[in-house]
């Protein structure tokens, strides 16, 4: 190969914002069939690296070629010469890992870029490390905001603050006593209010909580402003909300974060038919430039049918956008907060339940039922939050029922969300049905210490049975639940092989370890599966779209512990390259998008706290 057809990666990522502007109309949108069928050169050529096909015999190959953003050509380097043209861009990837694009099929996008600055106060660590930082960051808000205007925040984690005790109402009285204050804990699962915020709320001792939700109170029966669950839609909801506008732009914002972790696709669950609208307009006018798929919100029948009934399908390549599918919100989480509902008690008592609505065990499985029902005969696929192993069994039966009862054409693929607790035998129901498992690897990893004080030593080695699930079978594919955690899918890899916490470096469940290809699978053509696509991404094979990770050295040959150090050198999307890690340029706008507390991932971490999810 000539020198003057060498092109290094920054010069490949020149001129990148028309890149990605260009990215969802001069690349995605094109057929796949004449991307093959016209000869001559490709665009873009990968040569002299590992290629991880992906393809059902894990092949490995050297050189990939891609033209108007479909693979044209995979197989050793030699054998892409004569694909190689003047104005072809060639990148020699010197051994470094290309693998198909990362398909994170459940991160709260929206969610996670109104956690980030300008939308939201980052009162996540390391940006704070203490109730008193926190308390710093509120006065200083109060001291800019309005008179009754409301303070929001976003990260705050018990485990994390250096007063080692949850924080009160309190502590934020004495710095804003006349301003309203919401602060969302890390993974939204809980809120911590000021006084103020409780009188707007009308909440008092005396008042009962919604089903499945908790309002501590201290040793008085005050309440102390922590909110768990749905309780804390008792202050949340007189939170002026964001605009559509706002929440369109987190997004956006999102996405951008994504590309610097090697995602090019994504599933976003639990939205609005306006959100989707607009998130739509955004991919169609090239602002968003990864792959996305966003899930209806259905957390009653009466929230479901106002929302079918609001929706319509956006006209926007279904390459690269689609709304398929319905989330359904079932259970808790199976932590010291109990609120999964399981078969056998938590260490210290109770059972947990579920959180649809309900007065009883009974009435809350007919709402699911009939949420289930309502969601597959308008022609969606279902994804339910499901973490207990007694929800878990209510939701497959659901799935069940359907099948038999109002079968479709082609399986819908519903799946479980988190399926934590997923008994054997149910894994063996799940692949019967062709029902997926969505697994999340990175919260394993910092969850799963603290897991021994709720459910006990045998379940949480168990918890996410990764080997288990791929020998019953089951579609397993892995998630990060950001901004729960850490997007990071190399994280992700090293969990499921090692299968450590991250405080004790402990093995849990070593029964339950699978190997690194088995792992990458889970993170791009079973994501694919999940999203109906497989037949054209998630693989690096002819045919399927030039979506692409790179990787800065060969995941096969380093240590399993030092995959999540591997940074990520390269994301191209559609045969783009909207991501160079060699560019100062593309590195300082990725770092500014991050911000400050977005170095968890390297951060030294003092202790494990309980994780939350949604």
């Known amino acids: 190969m000539s020198e003057n057809h060498m092109t290094t ?38 040569v002299n690296g590992k290629v991880l096909t992906l393809d059902r015999h894990f092949r490995v190959a050297a050189a990939v070629a891609i033209k108007n953003g479909v693979i044209v050509h995979v197989g050793p380097s030699a054998s892409v010469r004569h694909l190689i ?24 996008a929206v969610s996670w870029g109104l956690s980030r600055p300008p939308f939201s106060l980052d009162v996540g660590y390391p940006t704070v490390r203490s109730i008193a930082d926190i308390a710093a960051s509120v006065a200083q808000a109060a001291a800019a ?40 804990e890390w993974s939204g699962h809980a809120a911590w209010v000021n006084s103020e915020a409780l009188r707007i709320a009308g909440i008092t001792r005396d008042t009962v909580p919604p089903a499945g939700g908790q309002i501590v109170k201290d040793a ?22 964001y605009t559509i506008e706002q929440q369109a732009a987190a997004a956006e914002l999102a996405a951008k974060m994504m590309l610097a972790e090697g995602i090019t696709s994504y599933t976003d669950p639990g939205s609005s038919p306006r959100l989707i609208t607009a998130v739509a307009g955004l991919v169609d006018a090239g602002r968003i430039p990864v792959r996305v798929s966003m899930m209806l919100s259905g957390s009653s029948p009466e929230s ?10 956006p006209d926007v390549d279904p390459r690269r956008f689609t709304a398929n599918q319905v989330k359904i919100f079932a259970d808790g989480i199976p932590t010291i907060n109990k609120t999964a ?64 009862t109002n079968p479709r054409r082609v399986n819908p693929r519903h799946y479980i969300i988190h399926s934590d607790l997923a008994r054997p035998a149910d894994l063996a129901r799940m692949a019967r049905a062709s029902v997926g498992g969505n697994f999340n690897p990175n919260i394993k990893w910092v969850l799963t210490d603290a897991q021994i004080e709720s459910i006990g030593l045998e379940r949480a080695e168990y918890e996410w049975p990764y080997a288990t699930a791929l020998r019953s079978g089951v579609k397993v594919a892995s998630a990060s639940d950001a901004p729960v955690v850490y997007p990071d899918f190399r994280q992700g890899l090293e969990t499921m092989v090692r299968r450590e916490g991250r405080v004790s470096g402990r093995l849990y469940g070593a029964q339950e370890r699978i190997g690194l290809d088995e792992a990458i699978a889970t993170y ?43 940074p990520v050198a390269m994301t191209i999307v559609g045969g ?11 590195k300082k706008a990725a770092a500014a998008a991050r911000g400050a507390s977005w170095v968890k991932r390297h951060a030294p971490m003092n202790d494990c706290g309980p994780g939350h999810r949604h």
């Open 220 to 241: 008085d029966g005050e309440p102390t402003g922590v909110l768990l669950e749905t309780a804390a839609g008792l202050a949340g909801r007189h939170v002026p909300p």
């Open 524 to 566: 791009t053509r079973t994501g694919a599966w999940q999203d109906h696509a497989e037949a054209w991404k998630g693989r690096l094979t002819k045919g399927h779209v030039g979506d692409i990770t790179v990787l800065d050295g060969d995941v096969h040959a380093i240590g399993t512990a030092e995959i999540s150090q591997l």
């Open 9 to 46: 990666r920054r010069s490949v990522i020149k001129g990148g914002g028309a890149a990605l502007a260009a990215l969802g109309v001069s690349t995605l949108g094109l057929p796949h069939a004449e991307a093959l069928a016209k000869p001559g050169p490709a665009d873009l050529v990968l």
């Open 341 to 404: 509902w399981l078969f056998e008690e938590y260490v210290g008592g109770g059972y947990g339940g579920m959180t649809l609505p309900g007065s009883t065990p009974e009435e809350q499985v007919a709402t699911l039922e009939e949420l289930v029902r309502m969601a597959h005969t308008a022609g969606f696929q279902i994804g339910t939050h499901a973490t207990g192993d007694r929800t878990i069994d209510a939701v497959i039966t659901a799935y069940e029922r359907m099948h038999r």
């Open 85 to 108: 043209g003047a104005g072809t861009d060639v990148v020699d990837l010197k051994g470094r890992t290309a693998m198909p694009g990362v398909n994170d099929s459940h991160l709260h």
């Open 145 to 184: 905001a309005g008179p009754g205007a409301w303070i929001r925040g976003s990260g705050w984690d018990p485990q994390y603050l250096g007063e080692g005790r949850m924080p009160t109402r309190q502590d934020l009285d004495a710095v804003s006593p006349n301003n309203p204050v919401y602060l969302t």
């Open 304 to 313: 479901l049918r106002a929302n079918l009934a609001e929706f319509e399908r």
């Open 576 to 586: 783009t390259v909207a991501y160079d890690e060699g560019s100062s340029d593309v």
